[in-house]
């Protein structure tokens, strides 16, 4: 089981460029998430999907869309970057959203 | 707004010491509180709580929540270099809210 994988592991954008980050878990989890963690802060959750076929805005939507493409994979997309999007990416999987959730290894995501 | 907070931002101790980390939480549908250890990378699970009271243990670290006073500990006991990491806890309320993390260092 490789559990959650996330890629690219390293990405630097123009301000302006659009990207995709890719999630996929091999879990069989109901439920995926973004996050984003500045430095010397936590977690904060932009999207989430409780289920296969819905997605829903977290603490920080605004700049990212979502597609739940399947059960197992999640993707998250920077449509016009902004150096404020410069952060470590985190997509996490889990049984049901009030279960434990297991991290992939992260985005490191620099705007210029 | 859900709010969980943390405490303290920061922490130093040495080996052998026993250390206690706090989170406090104000959120609506409180449904399960988690903590995780991250070092340096994607933060792992250590405990989930539902229930007030009931003491969780995994070897030398413990938790325990407070659904009256809105809030949990978690417990190091006999800290080992090892231990040293940023410890959050998180919030299930529909859907996870963090908090901000406390860096525990432990110097041998």
């Known amino acids: 089981n490789a559990g959650v994988t996330q890629t690219p592991k390293f990405q630097v954008l123009k301000t302006g460029q659009s990207m995709t980050l890719q999630c996929a878990q091999d879990m069989n989890h109901n439920s995926m998430y973004w996050y984003r963690q500045d430095p010397g802060m936590g977690l904060r959750l932009i999207y989430y999907s409780a289920s296969e076929g819905t997605t829903d805005k977290g603490e920080v939507p605004n700049g990212y869309n979502v597609s739940r493409l399947n059960k197992r994979e999640f993707s998250l997309r920077l449509e016009s970057a902004a150096p404020s999007q410069t952060s470590v990416y985190f997509c996490a999987s889990s049984a049901l959203t009030d279960y434990e959730q297991y991290f992939g290894p992260g985005t490191r995501l620099t705007v210029t | 707004e859900d709010k969980v907070v943390q405490s303290p931002l920061s922490l130093v101790v040495h080996e052998g010491d026993t250390v206690t980390l706090n989170c406090s939480y104000e959120?609506?549908?409180?449904?399960?509180l988690l903590w995780y250890k991250q070092e340096k990378k994607a933060p792992t699970f250590l405990f989930m709580l539902t229930s007030s009271g009931i003491e969780k243990k995994s070897g030398r670290l413990s938790s325990i929540l407070d659904k009256k006073e809105l809030f949990s500990i978690l417990n190091i006991t006999a800290t080992q270099t090892g231990d040293s990491a940023v410890y959050l806890c998180?919030?299930?309320?529909?859907?996870?809210?963090f908090g901000d993390g406390t860096t525990l260092t432990v110097k041998p």
């Open positions: 998180a919030v299930d309320c529909g859907k996870s809210t």
């Open positions: 959120v609506t549908n409180f449904r399960s």
